[in-house]
């Protein structure tokens, strides 16, 4: 009796694993897909690799933290993160927009992803890899984010300047998915 309770403990608990992170392990290997993709464009490829490595540090800080318990939190953070990047690709490929807006766009996307620390990390040279890395024009960003609170900060900074189009394409794109709460 002992053991097929002990059995059934386990399946259930297995099972409530594999739907903890859902949208996390989603994002994960929609990155690695799109990394992969020959088909896709310089911008879309180099977003895809910050996205895996965003992910992989989120999962990384949070198993060493309380939070990795918190699976919901965890798909909270991959959700804002992949609308963030989203409405960052929307942005700047966006040829109506001109290279010196691009150029600000860059940077508000960036000073957001500083000014959101998640973790504090002590450890700049990992945190800053893609901001202090010259490779990394397309993606200056800190891992070290709360996607969440950077999300929404630079989704309201564009609001308020008037970038109404590429808001309204990106809302539509969004609204077809359900936000994590």
Known sequence: MNRTFLLMLTIVFGQLMLQ????????LESSVRTMRNPMVGLV???????????????????????KATDFKW?????????DF?????ALITDEAISSDEQKSIKAAF????????????????????HVNCVGSDLTPFSLDTDWEK????????????NYTRQLE???????QRKPIR
């Open 20 to 27: 903890a992170q859902e949208v996390f392990h989603f994002e």
């Open 44 to 66: 879309a490829s180099r977003v895809a690799g910050f996205q895996h490595c965003a992910l992989l540090y989120l999962q990384s800080k949070a198993s060493h933290e309380t």
């Open 74 to 82: 965890l798909d909270n953070q991959a959700y804002h993160l992949a």
């Open 85 to 89: 990047l989203a409405l960052y690709q």
């Open 110 to 129: 960036k000073e957001a992803t500083l000014a959101y620390p998640c973790f504090f990390d002590e450890d700049e040279n990992t945190a800053l890899q």
């Open 150 to 161: 950077a999300f929404h900060s630079i989704f309201e900074t564009f609001h308020q300047q």
């Open 169 to 175: 394409v990106f809302q539509r794109f969004s609204h």
